[in-house]
Nanobody, 121 residues
């Protein structure tokens, strides 16, 4: 089992930045960030392979968000810049038992409780 705890969410104005963190209870393989807005399906935002050499992004966040990880600290990050009101959602950290990173939520076994991000115009 892996426990994941997200932090760093909050309220910002459009154009602002936030950095999300996800602390894992032990080392993991590939990890990802997902988000879910009220009334919408959970969507993949960004994912990263075990060693961090491969990253994948949803088209809606490319060029604005950066996923990274510090394996020595068992921590995943999501740097979010140029935030837009449409980025408002609950953001979840996830991990899976494979080094292959994907943006499909059904591929992930472990989930955090989420951290809320609200962007006002």
């Amino acid at each position: 089992q892996v426990q994941l705890v997200e932090s760093g969410g909050g309220s910002v104005q459009a154009g602002g930045s936030l950095r999300l963190s996800c602390a894992a209870s032990r080392s993991t393989y590939s990890m990802a960030w997902f988000r879910q807005a009220p009334g919408k399906e959970r969507e993949g935002v960004a994912s990263i392979s075990t060693g961090g050499g491969s990253t994948y992004y949803a088209d809606s966040v490319k060029g604005r968000f950066t996923i990274s990880r510090d394996n020595a600290k068992n921590t995943l990050y999501l740097q979010m810049n140029s935030l837009k009101p449409e980025d408002t959602a609950m953001y979840y950290c996830a991990a899976r038992g494979s080094s292959w990173a994907t943006l499909n939520p059904y591929d992930y076994n472990y989930w955090g409780q989420g951290t809320q991000v609200t962007v006002s115009s």
